[in-house]
């Protein structure tokens, strides 16, 4: 009975070993919906967050499992940024991720708030990655980026495919088709299942759409969500129609709050991998865990020009979300003086917060305007005007209205009209999208755009006046 037991004992150990050559470990790191939140901030009494600490915590991953981690973002790195972000257009945020080594991005519909060309221009400026298959442009069927990408790692062919959204009500929408992400992907499978032994949709399409997706397209392995900010403590599993096993799929909250984790472990078959085991977990971006100091001083180089004093006020200029204000006509009178226009239409929502008495730093402006508005141009009669006016509650500038229920009575212009009985007015490309670009028959209004935005018409009026008074 001795020796049987010791046979056993022997012949379990020698299998174990051939196992453990015949396997892979891998490591997937990923984080969603940061918003170009890059520094540390305080919740519930804590310090936490960080672009810094992420980085030491990604430096730490890979220094244990060498050669066995992929670091992946599902999207949202820009919009409601910090003033350096916007100031950049995002481009400080992607040579940081470049600096950490991100194997691949799926840009999320934030990354659209910019416009198309600010996202494409500073994509091409890093060497990171980006993947998306399921939004086009509107007039060919080009795609903006690569719709997946294959990584391999330890010998494991790892696929990412991306797939994301653009908002319909967005003016990017203008210009891009957005295509069914199930259906997409499921497009893919022929060509990608059959290159790869582990599968990844990286999304933004938020964690519903991320099961409706796992239920559909059994091929895959894991989806790496991101849009509804969502905290999944350990992966949901959503099992195969076929019975063998299940897709996974995780999120890791927002603003730098965790890194995701989750390990995979792959062994040898006949033809590749096959997944035999997958855990994941959410890593706390705590007070404990040091800031990277090159990641920070490469944003804090970024940042510095926005020290600078562009213009002083002698008074407070506060804002009001509801109602005229002080900040607002501010604003309004800079776009109107920039582009010499006779009325100015602006959305409201961006000037989030008030400036107090003294000076007013570069900074201040990008701290107001958080989404880069570009401002166009047009000629309306007054009709046109007065309709734009009743449908919402916008900024303006150079002419006066009261408000009624449902419609705006007393509309005062401040310009006189031209021959044709219209007026040169300069609006948010938000704006004129919402009321006339969105709908082909409004094509009759033109829009010219002016090579300015929002914020920096208003920096370029603030450094003209000096002073406020």
Known sequence: MKKMTYFIIVITFLTGSVWASDTVDLVVLHINDTHGKLSPYNLGGHNIGGIGRLSTLVKQVRAEN????LLLHAGDIFSRGEPVVIYTGGYVNLLAFEKMGFDAITPGNGEFYFGIENLK????????????????????DGSIFPPYLIKEVQGVKVGILGLGLIRPWHQSSQMLRLHDAVETAKQYMPELRSEVDFLIALTHIGVKNDSLLAAAVPELDLIVGGDTHTRLNTPSRIARVNGNGSVSIVQARHYYQFLGRVDVLLQK???GYRVMGLNGKLLPLHEQIARDSEVESLIDKYARPLDEVICRTERDLPNARDGRSAL?????????????ADVAILERNGDTYGVSIGDIFLNDIYRLRQ???????????????????EARMYLTAGC????????????KIGAKPDSAGTYLVAMERQVAFRHFLRD?????????FTGQR???ALERYLRDVKVIR
Not at 441 to 447: E, G, L, Q, R, T
């Open 400 to 411: 006066s209205f009261e408000r009624g229920d449902k419609t705006i009575v007393n509309l």
């Open 269 to 271: 078959a006949a033809r």
């Open 440 to 448: 082909t028959a409004s094509d009759s209004v033109v829009f010219d």
């Open 454 to 456: 929002v914020d920096t």
């Open 371 to 389: 989404y880069r508005p570009p401002v166009m141009l047009t000629r309306l009669s007054r009709d046109q005007i007065q309709a734009v006016l």
């Open 121 to 140: 221009r500073q994509t091409s400026r890093v060497s990171t990655p980006f993947v998306h298959a399921n939004v086009t442009y509107k007039h060919h």
């Open 328 to 340: 607002g006509d501010l604003v309004g009178e800079a776009v109107l003086h920039q582009t010499r």
């Open 66 to 69: 060498p050669g066995r981690v």
